[in-house]
């Protein structure tokens, strides 16, 4: 069995976040990228898959300019066995990103596709749900944990309430939450081997998906400032400023 | 005229690989590193026993606990370049000068044990590899450091099948603490105007006739000083040739030079992002320091300083990786990383005001322990005069005096 993880080159979540001067969208010039998040956590799931002898291969997917090979390389290091990267220009959108990875799906076989549950660039949270959609396979989103069975699969997932446990047939798409696992570092000898491990490359043209935006970014802003706290005396004060000054009781 | 061929060295970049190294061993510093250092006191010089195994663990399987080892014992060919980008980022802590990564990334022998017999390498070097063995270099004596092939004057004699050692070594780090260690001595005195003959033996703790004693220091890891009272060395215990010995300090000190000098720009680097988030926070007279050209011009120089003092730690390692003789590159890297970082700290001080010394912070500590790094391992006035000697050597006037 195959397990694909699409991964996302994303602004380095250390790095402090700047909106650029002309509010079209934020800084990326000379900005620390890395593997988003969830992704790494979607890799080490995969991984885990194949040293349970699950799965036999990990293949890792990025869509995006060139540099997302990096993205790519980050996860062979992993240990993922070999990637794909579909050249695009900067921002696509998920839906575009959900047509380019069906198309790559329907190339590749994947029982198991592992996505973050979101990017931590643009928070979207679609692209796991929109794939499910258009694949009409299972959807499983916000993973914590992953129970392979026989042609199924036991998920829990993260909700409101508490956790949640289903039972989907494979094929499945799968997003993952913070808690599923911790991934992990990337050794010296496998950085050494990622190095020969194989790319896939292609253009959205080859797999036949249109790109066109269909979403339109008017300005962006920063968030408001927090304004710093304050240490009041008694109960009194608090319940009077919670009054006049918040307005919320 | 004679020229020295500069080579076509510049405009280095690090390869993708070096690149995922350093951001491997970032997260390792924020993510394990940092929370069990927040609990240490300002001025320790390990971790616990625990926390340092557990965190051991965690960089032997980032692959990170064999280097400095030869392929044939797990590690890897070539790695200068590898070790100064692993040791930048991981004397990036409160005890980084003297124990990156609070002990996770292992010292490993001194690599001079390399070059023993079948028996040495596998009595010494692989359990420090392997186990929790752990070396050092006695080379330094009262008489001086800086001339170690006329200033040691510990004496070896032969008698039987044994060595008798007598003198005093200074200021040797972990002496006291370790398995074993590599003493230089004059096994043979200076014979017509040839210089006297320096063998390295090993040594440990247990033979009889070897003492040491604690030298309180400006830093908290106090070195020792070993006393030799007619100290017996049984004779497989000589490492390498008799009289081989200045060869094999050199090349562990040249060896040694640019993850050194990588470390102390580490620090320093550390020691500089802290005061530019200090400065951009803290109100001054009419704004925030950040605005002051003072300190401006403090941050840009000391940027340019330490971005040029990396470039001279790659340029050197990476010479070294390539088998070049590189030991008057080590020296410039070592003379200019150690004196950079020890002036970036003294600036980073500054812009922090009495935060600065304060030991909430480590700045003070860091200052410290680079005060030393301008000594150790040769004095910068020593490398100076080994750039001098080699400048002046292949230099004779330029185009219009040579
Ligand atoms: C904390 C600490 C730990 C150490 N750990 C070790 C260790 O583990 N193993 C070991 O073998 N040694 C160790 N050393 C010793 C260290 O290598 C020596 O201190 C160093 O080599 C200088 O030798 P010295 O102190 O005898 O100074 P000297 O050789 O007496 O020199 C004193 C000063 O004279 C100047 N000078 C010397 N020669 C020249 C010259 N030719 N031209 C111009 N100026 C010159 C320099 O400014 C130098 O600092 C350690 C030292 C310290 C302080
Ligand atoms: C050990 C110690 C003992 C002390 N004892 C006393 C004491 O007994 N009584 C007492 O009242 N105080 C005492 N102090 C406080 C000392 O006077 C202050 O630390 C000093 O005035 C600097 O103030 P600061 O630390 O708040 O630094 P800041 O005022 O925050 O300044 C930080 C740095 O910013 C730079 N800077 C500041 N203003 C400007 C400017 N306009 N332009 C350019 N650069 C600027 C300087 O480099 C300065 O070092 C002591 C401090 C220490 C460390």
Redesign the pocket.
């Known amino acids: 069995m195959k397990v694909l993880v699409p991964v996302k080159r994303v602004i380095d979540y250390n790095v402090k976040v700047r909106v650029k001067s002309d509010g079209t969208g934020v800084e990326t010039a000379n900005v620390k990228m890395s593997m988003n998040p969830f992704d790494e956590i979607g890799i080490e799931a995969a991984l885990r898959l194949k040293e349970a002898g699950s799965a036999e291969e990990v293949i890792a997917v990025s869509i995006g300019v060139a540099q997302c090979q990096e993205t790519i390389r980050t996860a062979l290091a992993m240990g993922a066995d070999r990637g794909v990267l579909v050249e695009t220009e900067e921002g696509a959108e998920p839906l575009a990103v959900a047509k380019i990875l069906k198309a790559i799906i329907e190339k590749e076989g994947p029982e198991i596709v592992i996505l973050g549950k979101q990017a931590i660039d643009d928070d979207s949270n679609q692209t796991g749900q929109m794939l499910s959609a258009l694949l009409g396979w299972s959807q499983a989103t916000f993973a914590s944990n992953i129970e392979l069975g026989d042609g199924t699969a036991d998920i829990t997932r993260e909700v409101d309430g508490g956790l949640e446990t289903i039972k989907v047939k494979l094929p499945v798409v799968v997003t993952t939450d913070l808690r599923l696992n911790e991934p992990r570092y990337a050794s010296l000898p496998n950085i050494m081997k990622a190095k020969k491990k194989p790319i896939d490359k292609m253009s959205p043209a080859d797999l036949g998906v249109d790109m066109t935006p269909r979403l339109k970014t008017l300005s962006v802003v920063e968030p408001s400032k927090r304004e710093g706290g304050v240490k009041v005396e008694s109960v009194e004060e608090l319940v009077e400023k919670l009054r006049n000054e918040a307005k919320v009781i | 005229m004679t020229c020295e061929d500069e080579g076509n060295h510049y405009g280095f970049t690090l390869s993708d690989e070096l690149i995922m190294i350093r951001n491997q061993v970032r997260r390792f510093m924020r993510e394990e590193v940092k929370p069990i250092e927040d609990k240490l006191p300002h001025d320790a010089t390990h971790c616990s026993p625990e926390d340092e195994a557990r965190l051991r663990g965690v960089a032997e399987d980032m692959g990170l606990g064999r280097l400095n080892v030869p392929p044939e014992y797990g590690g890897q060919d070539n790695d200068c370049l590898i070790r100064c980008i692993v040791n930048e980022e991981a004397s990036k802590c409160r005890l980084g000068g003297y124990r990156p990564a609070l002990g996770a990334i292992r010292r490993g022998p001194p690599n001079v044990i390399w070059r023993g017999t079948d028996e040495q390498i596998h009595k010494y070097g692989i359990p420090c590899v392997e186990g929790d063995m752990t070396g050092?270099?006695?080379?330094?004596?009262?008489?001086?450091?800086?001339?170690p092939r006329n200033?040691i004057q510990t004496r070896a004699v032969k008698k039987g099948d044994k060595w008798i050692l007598n003198g005093r070594?200074?200021?040797?780090?972990?002496?006291g603490d370790s398995d074993w260690g590599v003493l230089f001595a004059r096994s043979k005195e200076s014979e017509n105007g040839r210089p006297p003959e320096i063998t390295a033996f090993i040594i440990e703790p247990s033979f009889p006739g070897i003492s040491f004693e604690k030298i309180p220091?400006?830093?908290p890891?106090?070195?020792y000083e070993i006393v030799l009272e007619d100290c017996e060395v049984p004779e497989e215990n000589v490492l390498g040739e008799i009289g081989g010995g200045f060869g094999m300090a050199e090349h562990w000190l040249v060896a040694g030079r640019m993850p050194y000098a990588a470390g102390c720009i580490g620090m320093a680097q550390e020691a500089l992002d802290m005061a530019c988030g200090w400065v951009k926070q803290r109100d001054s007279q009419r704004g925030i320091l950040a605005d002051k050209q003072a300190i401006q011009w403090m941050i840009a120089d000391s940027e340019v300083e330490l971005q040029a003092a990396r470039m001279l730690v790659y340029e050197a390692a990476a010479m070294s990786d390539r088998g070049e003789n590189a030991k008057v590159h080590a020296s410039v890297c070592k003379l200019f990383g150690t004196e950079t970082a020890f002036r970036v700290v003294d600036r980073a001080i500054q812009m922090f005001g009495g935060m600065g010394v304060a030991q909430e912070m480590p700045l003070e500590r860091w200052l410290r322990e680079l005060r030393?790094k301008r000594?150790?391992?040769?004095?910068?006035?020593?490398h100076?005069?080994v750039i001098a000697r080699n400048k002046l050597k292949n230099t004779d006037g330029g185009v219009y005096f040579g």
């Open positions: 050092y270099m006695a080379i330094t004596e009262p008489t001086g450091g800086s001339d200033n070594k200074m200021w040797i780090t972990y002496a220091v400006i830093r890891l106090y070195p030393i000594i150790g391992e040769g004095p910068s006035e020593v100076r005069m």
